[in-house]
C-alpha cells in the first residue's frame, strides 16, 4: 500500500506539472507575449511585401506555422487553414489593439497583425504539444512503474529474513525446535536471523537437559521405590500401609509415564505398527469402566474400522482421555460419549464428557508436561499433569493430530485423527 500510494503521488505530481507547463496560455504568457509585437513584425519582414508567397510558405515550414495573408482583394494561406474565423473572435484574448491581437482557441494560438492593408494570421497549432505530452505521460506511468516495481521486490528480497523469522516462530511455538532459520545474509537481518538459530539451539539444549534430568531421576527412583514396596510388606497397619501403597503407585505411574515420552521423542521410531480392529479394542477398554460414573456410550460402526497402528500406545492414550472424561464429568450428568468416525483418508475418534469443561485460557497449555487447570495439584482433582502431553505425543509418533474443543461448565470433546496408513 505504501508504494501504491508512492506511485499515485508521483503520477499526480510528475502528471501535474508537465501539464502546468505545456499549458498554451503559459507558453504564450512565458515565451510570446513579451516580445510577440517584434516577432510578428519581423516575421512580416520576412515575407516582405507586397507579400512573397515562397518566402511565408518556407517559414510555415519551418516553423510549423500557418500562415494566413489577405487584403481586400487577395488571399493566402500556407496550408488547408485550420481555425476557424469566428476564433479570432470567441478565443481568449491575450492582447487586443487595433494592430495586434494575440489569444488561443481549443488548442490553437494565434497572432493577427495589420499593415499596409494586409492581415497577417500566424496560428500554431498545440495538438502536436498534446500528442508529445500524452506519450510523455504514457512514458512517464511505465518509467514510475517500473521503478516502484524494482523498488518493491528490492525490499521484498530486503526483508525477506523476516518471512522466514515469523515460520521459525511459529514451528518453535508449536513445539518444534529443530527449525532453523536459513539465510545467507551478512547484514542485520542476517545477524537476527542467527540470533535466532542460536535462541533455539539454547532452548533445545534446556529443554533437552531439563528431560534427560526427569529421565535419569526416574531410573534412579525405581530401585528406591522397590526396596519401599518390598519394605512395606513388613508393616502391620493396614491403613498406613494402603495410603503408603497408593502413593508409590502412583509414583510408579508417573516414571512410567516419563519413561514412555522419552521413547516416543523421535516421532515412529518406537512405534510397533500392526493392523488394530478399533471398535473391538474399544469395547475391551471398556470393561475396565463398566461401572464408573456417569458411564460411557460407544457409538459402534456396523463396519468394522481397521487402523495401522501401535496397539498398545494407542491403548495407553484412550485409557488416559477416557479415565480424564470419567474424573471430570459430574455423575449427574449423562454418560461419556465414544463414537468413532471413518473418513475418506484418516480415522476420528471423539471422546465427549459433560462435566466441568476447561477453561478457554488453560485450553492451548493443556497438552504441556505437568501442566494442571487446578494450580494447587491436589491429587484428588487430577493426576500430575502427563497424561494427555503423552496422549499428544502417541497421537503425533502416528502421523495424527489430537484437538480440543470445550465450553466451561457444559462439555469437552477430545478428538483424535489417525491416517489410515
Not at 499526480?12 to 512565458?30: E, F, K, M, N
Not at 490553437?108 to 500566424?122: G, L, M, P, R, T
Request: charged fraction near 25%; charge should be negative.
Amino acid at each position: 500500500m505504501i508504494f501504491l500510494f508512492t506511485a499515485v503521488i508521483l503520477f499526480v505530481l510528475v502528471g501535474g506539472v508537465a501539464s502546468y507547463l505545456s499549458d498554451p496560455s503559459r507558453l504564450i504568457h512565458q515565451k510570446f507575449q513579451q516580445n510577440i509585437a517584434q516577432y510578428a513584425s519581423f516575421l512580416i519582414e520576412k515575407i516582405d511585401f507586397p507579400p512573397n508567397q515562397e518566402i511565408a510558405q518556407s517559414l510555415s515550414d519551418d516553423l510549423g506555422l500557418d500562415i494566413n495573408i489577405s487584403s481586400s482583394n487577395s488571399s493566402w494561406q500556407s496550408v488547408d487553414y485550420r481555425l476557424p474565423a469566428y476564433a479570432l473572435d470567441k478565443g481568449h484574448q491575450l492582447l487586443s489593439t487595433s494592430e495586434m491581437k494575440i489569444g488561443h482557441y481549443r488548442g490553437y494560438s494565434y497572432v493577427v497583425a495589420n499593415k499596409s492593408n494586409h492581415e497577417y494570421i500566424f496560428v500554431l497549432s498545440h495538438r502536436r504539444f498534446a500528442e508529445s505530452k500524452g506519450v510523455f505521460l504514457v512514458s512517464l506511468i511505465i518509467i514510475v512503474f517500473i521503478v516502484i516495481a524494482l523498488c518493491y521486490y528490492l525490499v521484498r528480497w530486503l526483508f525477506k529474513p523476516l518471512d522466514a523469522l515469523g515460520e521459525g516462530v511459529k514451528q518453535i511455538s508449536e513445539g518444534n525446535f529443530d527449525f532453523r532459520v536459513e539465510t545467507r545474509r551478512q547484514d542485520e537481518l542476517g545477524q537476527l536471523a542467527e540470533g535466532f538459530n542460536h535462541m533455539s539451539d539454547k532452548i533445545q539444549t534446556m529443554l533437552s537437559e531439563k528431560e534427560q534430568l526427569l529421565l535419569d531421576v526416574s531410573h534412579e527412583l525405581r530401585s528406591p521405590i522397590t526396596r519401599a514396596k518390598l519394605a512395606l510388606e513388613l508393616v502391620d497397619d493396614k491403613k498406613s500401609k494402603s495410603d503408603i501403597q497408593d502413593d508409590l503407585r502412583e509414583m510408579e505411574g508417573m516414571i512410567a509415564e516419563l519413561l514412555e515420552s522419552a521413547r516416543l521423542n523421535n516421532p515412529g521410531s518406537n512405534l510397533s505398527k500392526d493392523s488394530v480392529h478399533l471398535n473391538a479394542l474399544i469395547q475391551s477398554l471398556l470393561v475396565d469402566y463398566s461401572r464408573s460414573k456417569p458411564g460411557i456410550t460407544f457409538a459402534d460402526l456396523d463396519k468394522e474400522v481397521v487402523l495401522i497402528a501401535d496397539s498398545s500406545r494407542l491403548q495407553i492414550c484412550l485409557r488416559n482421555i477416557i479415565e480424564n472424561a470419567l474424573k471430570y464429568s459430574r455423575h449427574q450428568n449423562k454418560p461419556v460419549e465414544i463414537e468413532v468416525k471413518e473418513l475418506s483418508d484418516k480415522v476420528q475418534i471423539d471422546i465427549t464428557d459433560f462435566g466441568i469443561g476447561v477453561p478457554a485460557s488453560d485450553q492451548k497449555h493443556i497438552f504441556e508436561p505437568f501442566y494442571r487447570v487446578d494450580k494447587s495439584r491436589n491429587s484428588k482433582t487430577g493426576g500430575y499433569g502427563l497424561g494427555l502431553s503423552l496422549c499428544k505425543k502417541i497421537v503425533n509418533a502416528h502421523g495424527g493430530e489430537i484437538l480440543l474443543e470445550s465450553i466451561e461448565d457444559r462439555e469437552t470433546r477430545f478428538t483424535l485423527i489417525f491416517p489410515k496408513v
